[in-house]
């Protein structure tokens, strides 16, 4: 079945120590998305990628970065996780249909605990 | 914050009841989508809604949007305990690939 894949399901990482989560589909979506979400809150926007162009929302804090090597995979790199930054992490991906009406599929998301 | 807002934060019905939830939006919107968020889990969407649309249907889902309010309610009929989860709306920012997120309603029916 074509899906969003994220690995790890669950990540425990150090203070300020860097983490990587991976995300893939399979589903050929050019457009791909990193969500924060925290307890009981609406997923925030990171940040996304139009194929391979880099879209930040402004608000996001540069200790966090992406890459998008290929088309399918799509990674979130915390440079220095700090306590606030524990949360769920959301993928997700849509195919740009250019109408305004493009849906998301999700992943299972990676909840990160920073120690 | 161009987020939207979602009444009731939380719901309690029994199974069989019908559950209602609403979601208020700030700016002009092309259209409206609902999500679906099991506990821990990804969101799954359920139903899109355009802006020249009132009301739509799937199921057990009914969706209403009222733009001159900048609201929509999700109706869902005769729930079931497998319904529990969070509810969420998500409006675009007009680019096509860019959306906002409620601040979503929990949902809980109880067997």
């Known amino acids: 079945d074509a899906m969003v894949i994220q690995n790890p399901r669950y990540q425990v990482t150090q203070f300020g120590k860097p983490v990587t989560l991976s995300c893939s589909q399979t589903l050929n979506h050019n457009v791909m998305y990193w969500y924060q979400q925290k307890s009981s809150q609406a997923p925030k926007l990171l940040f996304h990628?139009?194929?391979?162009?880099?879209?930040n929302e402004a608000d996001t804090p540069d200790n966090f970065q992406s890459r998008r090597p290929n088309t399918s995979f799509c990674f979130l790199d915390i440079r220095s996780p700090g306590l606030g930054d524990a949360a769920m992490y959301l993928c997700a991906t849509s195919r740009d249909l250019g109408v305004g009406e493009e849906t998301q599929y999700f992943g299972p998301g990676t909840r990160l605990l920073v120690l | 914050s161009q987020q939207g807002e979602e009444d009731p934060q939380a719901l309690s019905i029994q199974e069989g009841e019908n559950a209602t939830m609403n979601c208020s939006y700030k700016?002009?919107?092309?259209?409206l989508q609902w999500y679906r968020q099991n506990s821990g889990r990804g969101l799954v969407h359920l139903i899109l809604?355009?802006?020249?649309?009132r009301e739509k249907h799937s199921g057990r889902l009914r969706v209403t949007l009222d733009t001159s309010k900048k609201s929509s309610s999700l109706l869902i009929t005769a729930s079931r305990a497998a319904d529990t989860a969070s509810y969420f709306c998500?409006?675009?920012?007009?680019?096509?690939?860019?959306?906002?997120f409620g601040t979503g309603t929990s949902l809980t029916v109880i067997p």
């Open positions: 990628y139009y194929d391979k162009d880099f879209n």
């Open positions: 809604i355009r802006s020249n649309e």
């Open positions: 998500a409006t675009d920012r007009g680019t096509g690939n860019q959306f906002y």
């Open positions: 700016t002009s919107i092309n259209n």
